[in-house]
């Protein structure tokens, strides 16, 4: 019986990239506006290439953009970018349909939920709190717990863990399947691929099942439940 279902955050419970785009824009356009000397497009291409380099979760990331172009960084520039992103982001970070409703309906099929994430433990609860999903979760494990990030053992243990619960009792739903299939699936859960979530052309994600959008979460472990029953 399936007694907990751990979740991705970013591009599985809420749209990160879809976020990330607009807030960059955002921030360019602000940045622009205070005194940026370079086409909107080339510093949105340089400002990727350093998430590329960095980590998406780069928290420096336009210091090094204004460093890497003019060989300093210009405060008044910079702060208008940060400024920027925020804005921008506050109004860009949205959850994809139907994940209040899933969540609520686990909760009262008896599962137990939790989040592992890579992001940063601030980030994660930011993004967790901005969209009203805190209060759904009894564990929320972050990068800062294990400082080891998917597929290594690490974070999926410590959820299991704060859950008491066994891998094969556990669906592990994610969009990444090199970090978040692989991962769950070397320790014995049962793995979803949010295919909703796919930003990286994955065709073949190795995962007991795919979903095209979140809610069909409910009808897979129903039908785990019925087989398991018969």
Same mark, same amino acid.
């Given at each position: ?6 979740f991705d ?7 990160f ?5 607009v807030?960059?824009?955002g ?6 506006d ?13 400002i ?9 979760e780069d928290?420096k990331?336009f ?8 060989g300093?960084?210009?405060?008044k520039?910079?702060?208008?970018g940060?400024v ?10 949205v959850?994809y ?8 309906e ?13 992001? /940063?433990r #601030?980030q $994660?609860?930011? +993004? =967790? ?5 805190h ?5 929320v494990? !972050?990068?800062e ?9 690490? /974070?999926? #243990?410590? $959820?299991?863990? +704060? =859950?008491?619960v ?6 592990m739903?994610g969009?990444? !399947?090199?970090?978040d ?7 014995g859960m049962?793995?979803?691929? $949010?295919?909703?979530g ?11 099942f ?11 472990i ?9």
């Open positions: 019986m399936i007694k907990a279902v751990l955050l970013d591009n599985t419970l809420v749209d990239m879809k976020m990330k785009e807030a960059v824009i921030a360019v356009d602000a940045m622009i205070a005194g940026l000397n370079i086409p909107r497009e080339e510093a949105i291409k340089r990727y290439e350093i998430y590329d380099r960095e980590g998406i928290q990331v210091d090094k953009f204004l460093a890497e172009t003019y300093e960084v210009d405060y520039i910079l702060s208008a940060i920027g992103y925020r804005r921008a982001k506050e109004g860009a970070l959850l349909p139907k994940v209040y409703y899933t969540l609520m686990l909760l009262k099929m008896g599962k137990r939920l939790a989040v592992v994430s890579d992001a /940063p #601030l $994660a609860w930011t +993004r =967790l709190v901005q969209t009203g999903l209060h759904f979760f009894e564990v494990v !972050a990068f717990d294990t400082f080891k990030r998917k597929p290594e053992p690490e /974070p999926f #243990l410590v $959820a299991l863990q +704060r =859950l008491n066994k891998p094969e009792e556990t669906l739903v969009d990444w !399947a090199e970090r299939i692989v991962g769950a699936k070397t320790l049962i793995t979803v691929f $949010a295919r909703y796919n930003t990286f052309g994955t065709t073949v994600s190795g995962a007991d795919e979903v095209n959008s979140v809610e069909e979460i409910i009808n897979v129903k039908e785990l439940e019925r087989v398991e029953g018969n």
